[in-house]
């Protein structure tokens, strides 16, 4: 197994991509925390896991409060000894998010809270730990979005994974000679419930992002999740400061 011992802690991990990888994670051997939110999600990821024979547990986790950020981290290294990787996945996409003229404070703010200021905090208490363990992996999940300009735009979400990028660059750097490497993955659109939701209420705004991917649809959750199985595992020990991206060849379509 790629993953056998390692302690991962995933954020957002009780739906969508999140699920996914810790279902994922938790067949490759991974012992799986999934800080989650919402409970009933959050329990119910763990059950898939150890149903198909993996370990998880839950800690209830708002990653854009500091306490909530510690208390996961704690509870990783409580259960298990050690923790070796941090997926920071949890993210917000709400739908009052458009240009920066139309959008409102309270929608920014809420945003960042989530998208820049949760993987700040989740950074901040795991590096400490990683580092008395002998190093580690981070995996940040940015977007697509945050190499390219959209004429469709989500301002605060664009700006947050922006910001995700520059963060992970300078992490790298700095924790490099810890053992820590740090890297993001730039998803195109996937089906997720956070994405679906919103475009199967808007059948132009789909076709639209369609259009656009030579692919001709959208990705799959475990088309990101197998990416970041890979940044987890010992194989990308040279990996560090990197930004994949994985959209099925959208950046690169000019037409």
């Known amino acids: 197994m790629r993953l056998e011992g390692k302690v991962s802690i995933i954020t957002g991990g009780g739906s969508g991509m999140g699920r996914v990888a810790a279902q994922l994670f938790g ?14 999600a959050g329990a119910e ?18 990653v854009s409060k500091e306490a909530d950020a510690k208390a996961m981290v704690d509870h990783a290294v409580a259960t298990y000894g050690r923790l070796d990787c941090l997926y920071n996945n949890a993210g917000v996409m709400p739908e009052a998010d458009h240009s920066v003229t139309d959008t409102d404070v309270a929608t920014w703010d809420a945003v960042m809270a989530v998208n820049v200021r949760g993987v700040f905090l989740g950074c901040k208490y795991a590096i400490p730990a990683m580092i008395a363990g002998g190093g580690g992996s981070i995996i940040n999940i940015a977007s697509f979005v945050a190499i390219l300009g959209c004429s469709v735009p989500q301002d605060a979400y664009t700006a ?46 789909k076709k639209l992002r369609l259009a ?17 199985v890979y940044l987890a595992s010992d194989e990308s020990r040279w990996t560090n400061g990197a930004s994949l991206v994985v959209d099925g060849g959208i950046t690169v379509n000019y037409f």
């Open 27 to 40: 067949a490759q051997g991974a012992r799986v925390v999934v800080a989650e939110y919402s409970e009933a």
């Open 45 to 62: 990821t763990v059950d898939l896991v150890t149903k198909a024979g993996g370990q998880a547990t839950f800690v209830r986790t708002d």
């Open 160 to 205: 947050s994974k922006g910001a995700v990028l520059s963060l992970t660059r300078s992490l790298a750097v700095q924790f490099g000679p810890n053992g820590i490497r740090t890297n993001a993955i730039c998803p195109g659109p996937v089906e997720t419930p956070l994405l679906m939701d919103w475009l199967l209420k808007d059948e132009a705004a």
């Open 212 to 228: 656009r991917n030579p692919t001709g649809r959208f990705g799959k959750p475990e088309e990101i999740v197998n990416l970041a």
